[in-house]
């Protein structure tokens, strides 16, 4: 298993009970929260700080091409709704 993997899914099982107690749930016929994390890293997106449902939304602070970015993740689909730079 790959570091990266075994860092992402540390990540989200830390982040998660945050997540539950946030009130906002994903919908239960959405992607799996490893899959979304797995492919955002795919995409060249590293270095997770936070990752946080709401709005029906994944909001999800990231690094890439060492800037900050702040992304909205469609929960069912896993496509990046808005990419935006974090100030």
Known sequence: MKLAT?????????????????GDKPPQDGKPLSEIVKSLEEQGFKQISEIEFDDGKWEVDVYKDNQ????????SSGEIL??????
């Open 82 to 87: 808005s990419d935006k730079l974090d100030d």
């Open 68 to 75: 900050k970015r702040e992304l909205e993740v469609d929960p």
């Open 6 to 22: 075994i860092i992402s899914i540390f990540s989200v099982l830390t982040i998660l009970p945050a997540m539950v107690l946030a």
